[in-house]
């Protein structure tokens, strides 16, 4: 592969794609970010690309990848399609929770738009770059990008996945529910073993063959057949009594304990259906 790639801001993200990219035949043609002194950055950790200082420097490419924070994807794209002749190129931008119809400016300059969301963290860059390999990224747009951006995801060791445009705050909501407010509920349950007397670093050891089981199962078995505990039991009393007592000990933990119950027993007649 041989096409051009411009990168419009060089953070981690940027970064790692751009090395990848470079490795597979892909030419980094420009990097503009905030500084020359950034842009000289990412491009010394690519091994390829000169420094843009600006968009009317930047040249026509088949491919420019905005790897810039979600509030300044339109301001970056109206930008772009200002200065450089878009028409037949790719324009994508990673974000996880905005979808490439804000990249319209683009759209309308005759550019075929996606995004692509690699969906790991890039706090280390370098050891990103090197294991990337299985990555899933999320992708969605028009089907004439995405027809070159999957194999290029493929060849570097991604994991293509489309998902519906529409549905992208949804998608990205996902990762906060298998992450962030996983974490939100572990807490629950150490300080509510915490209130019982329990010293945080045994309430720890506590919870984690319960926590480390009960993801093995759902991973395996799909989350409805992985449910146990009171509500797929049907013991419902035992719940009002527990909602009762924690709400009493803490109000704000006892909102998030009522909070699940509904969708804990949607879980639970999905479980008696299979």
């Given amino acids: 592969m ?3 790639v411009n990168l419009i801001g060089a953070g981690h993200v940027g970064r790692v794609l751009g090395k990848l990219l470079s490795a597979q035949g892909f030419h980094i043609q420009q990097v503009l970010t ?22 009317e420097q930047l040249q026509p490419a088949a491919v ?3 790897a810039v924070g979600d509030d300044q994807i339109v301001p970056a794209c109206a930008a772009l399609a200002r200065a450089v002749p878009l028409s037949g190129s790719i324009v994508f931008h990673c974000s996880g929770a905005l979808a490439s119809d804000r990249l ?14 690699p969906i790991r963290s890039f706090a280390d860059p370098a050891a990103v770059a090197a294991q990337f390999a299985g990555t899933f990224c999320g992708i969605e747009g028009d ?11 493929q060849a570097i060791g991604a994991q293509p996945v489309p998902i519906k445009a529409e549905a992208k705050t949804v998608y990205h909501a996902a990762a906060v529910f298998a992450s962030n407010y996983l974490v939100t509920v572990l807490d629950a349950a150490l300080r509510a073993y915490q209130a019982a ?12 063959p ?4 009960s993801m093995a199962n759902v991973f395996r078995l799909g989350a409805a057949a992985a449910l146990s505990g009171p509500i797929a039991r049907g013991d419902l009393a035992t719940v009002a009594r527990q909602q009762q007592a924690v709400s009493a000990w803490d109000e704000d933990t006892g909102a998030l304990y009522r909070a699940l119950v509904a969708p804990t027993t949607g879980l639970a007649r999905r479980k008696q259906q299979k």
């Fill in 104 to 117: 319209q400016t683009a759209g309308d300059a005759g550019a075929r738009v996606a995004s692509v969301h």
């Fill in 210 to 213: 319960l926590a480390s089981e």
């Fill in 2 to 4: 041989s096409a051009t």
């Fill in 34 to 55: 905030r500084s020359a002194a950034s842009a000289q950055q990412a491009i010394d950790f690519i091994g390829a690309g000169r420094v843009a200082t600006a968009y």
């Fill in 64 to 66: 420019h990848v905005l």
């Fill in 197 to 208: 007397g329990i010293p945080e670093p045994v309430a720890r050891q506590l919870a984690q």
């Fill in 143 to 153: 089907e004439r990008a995405l027809a070159v951006l999957m194999p290029a995801l």
